[in-house]
């Protein structure tokens, strides 16, 4: 549901976890728990508009715990994709000249 977070979200959520763990750690606990009480509520809901909005802030929530979970792993996949670019062009440039 949500997009990609750009470089320097995820710089922030990799900042955040390497500067204070524990906070940070909080954070993801206290969306997963939310998460898991829009759970419970999504089984209890008659109402089909109702569980539409449900759903969505579920998802909203575990895809914003994954992507701060996973920031450090994509900006380093992100540099080395970029390092790769640069030596891609490098090569292509000396072989044109």
Do not use: Y
């Not at 900042?15 to 999504?42: C, H, I, N, T, Y």
């Not at 109402?47 to 539409?52: G, K, M, N, V």
């Not at 979970?69 to 891609?88: C, F, G, S, W």
């Amino acid at each position: 549901m949500l997009s990609n977070f750009d470089r320097k979200t995820l710089a922030a959520f990799n900042s955040l976890r390497l500067a204070a763990p524990e906070d940070f750690d909080r954070m993801v606990e206290g969306l997963k728990d939310e998460e898991g009480r829009l759970s419970e509520q999504e089984r209890g809901c008659k109402d089909e508009i109702s569980l539409r909005w449900i759903q969505g802030a579920r998802q909203t929530l575990a895809d914003l715990v994954h992507q701060a979970e996973n920031a450090r792993h994509v900006l380093v996949t992100l540099h080395e994709h970029d390092e790769e670019k640069k030596r891609d062009a490098g090569i292509r440039g000396r072989a044109i000249g």
